[in-house]
């Protein structure tokens, strides 16, 4: 999938003749006043010290993406296509670039993170359209650790219909609105199997698991949607369902 990727992209930046432009990354850790301003609760994933966001400078258009792995770069896209994408930073380069170039084009929006009191609000806008499109007797998982939105999905929906796996260790095992948090390396294809609409952050393309989630969603046949900005020009390209109402 990500040298599916690195060729859309590719194909994108000769059509357009943008292959010798240089694109510029701001790889430093954003406080978490940058990243998502000043909020109601301390456990989003960003502030708590697990992932930062890299961003992509793309002649004003940004681009962002999460990464574990934060450095500093300056260069083209001609650069950029030829890393290395074994390593995580590497990676979260390419997405941060592919979402600024794809904005750039106005092939996309929405590719930077709320803020504020915006997290909070995206978690019940979330909730409230899931509810009205599904109704709340459905078998929801989710993948990743999105507290605004778990809390909200929760509440709206019966709370052993409800399933969440994550990869970070500090989550696993813990409890959130009720609902035990499972281990996202081992349990992903049981919760997949056992719900009906799967909610996954839009991270899992930035972590690489994104496509062993959609190989699940197919071979059970589960509707797969996607939320976050990481996602936004992958989204796209792959024509995959993203979901992400305050990001701008």
Same mark, same amino acid.
């Given at each position: 999938?990500?040298?599916?990727?690195?060729?859309?992209?590719? +194909?994108?930046?000769? %059509?357009?003749?943008?292959?010798?432009?240089?694109?510029?990354?701001?790889?430093?850790?954003?406080?978490?006043?940058?990243?998502?301003?000043?909020?109601?609760?301390?456990?989003?994933?960003?502030?708590?010290?697990?992932? &930062?966001?890299?961003?992509?400078?793309?002649?004003?258009?940004?681009?962002?993406?999460?990464?574990?792995?934060?450095? %500093?770069?300056?260069?083209?896209?001609?650069?950029?296509?030829?890393?290395?994408?074994?390593?995580?930073? +590497?990676?979260?380069?390419?997405?941060?670039?592919?979402?600024?170039?794809?904005?750039?084009?106005?092939?996309?929006?929405?590719?930077?993170?709320?803020?504020?009191?915006?997290?909070?609000?995206?978690?019940?806008?979330?909730?409230?359209?899931?509810?009205?499109?599904?109704?709340?007797?459905?078998?929801?998982?989710?993948?990743?650790?999105?507290?605004?939105?778990?809390?909200?999905?929760?509440?709206?929906?019966? @709370?052993?219909?409800?399933?969440?796996?994550?990869?970070?260790?500090?989550?696993?095992?813990?409890?959130?609105?009720? &609902?035990? &948090?499972?281990?996202? @390396?081992?349990?992903?294809?049981?919760?997949? @199997?056992?719900?009906?609409?799967?909610?996954?952050?839009?991270?899992?393309?930035? +972590?690489?698991?994104?496509?062993?989630?959609?190989?699940?969603?197919?071979?059970? +046949?589960?509707?797969?949607?996607?939320?976050?900005?990481?996602?936004?020009?992958?989204?796209?390209?792959?024509?995959?369902?993203?979901?992400?109402?305050? %990001?701008?």
């Amino acid at each position: 999938m990500l040298e599916l990727l690195k060729d859309k992209l590719t +194909n994108l930046v000769k %059509s357009n003749n943008l292959r010798r432009e240089e694109i510029i990354i701001n790889a430093r850790p954003l406080s978490t006043e940058e990243a998502i301003g000043k909020t109601t609760r301390d456990n989003f994933p960003l502030q708590t010290g697990k992932e &930062v966001l890299v961003q992509a400078d793309f002649k004003g258009s940004l681009g962002q993406a999460f990464t574990d792995s934060p450095k %500093s770069f300056n260069g083209s896209i001609d650069d950029i296509l030829s890393l290395d994408l074994d390593d995580n930073f +590497n990676l979260a380069l390419l997405i941060a670039t592919l979402n600024a170039v794809t904005r750039h084009l106005g092939m996309v929006n929405s590719t930077i993170h709320c803020q504020n009191e915006e997290p909070e609000n995206c978690g019940k806008e979330i909730a409230t359209q899931l509810l009205a499109e599904y109704g709340k007797d459905t078998r929801i998982g989710i993948i990743g650790f999105q507290p605004a939105i778990i809390e909200n999905i929760s509440q709206k929906f019966a @709370k052993d219909k409800v399933k969440i796996s994550d990869l970070n260790p500090k989550n696993i095992g813990t409890e959130i609105a009720g &609902v035990k &948090v499972w281990d996202g @390396k081992k349990r992903t294809g049981e919760l997949i @199997k056992e719900s009906e609409l799967i909610l996954a952050t839009g991270s899992t393309i930035a +972590n690489n698991s994104l496509k062993e989630i959609i190989s699940l969603c197919e071979e059970y +046949n589960k509707e797969l949607i996607l939320f976050g900005t990481t996602i936004a020009g992958a989204a796209e390209l792959l024509e995959l369902r993203r979901i992400c109402p305050y %990001s701008c």
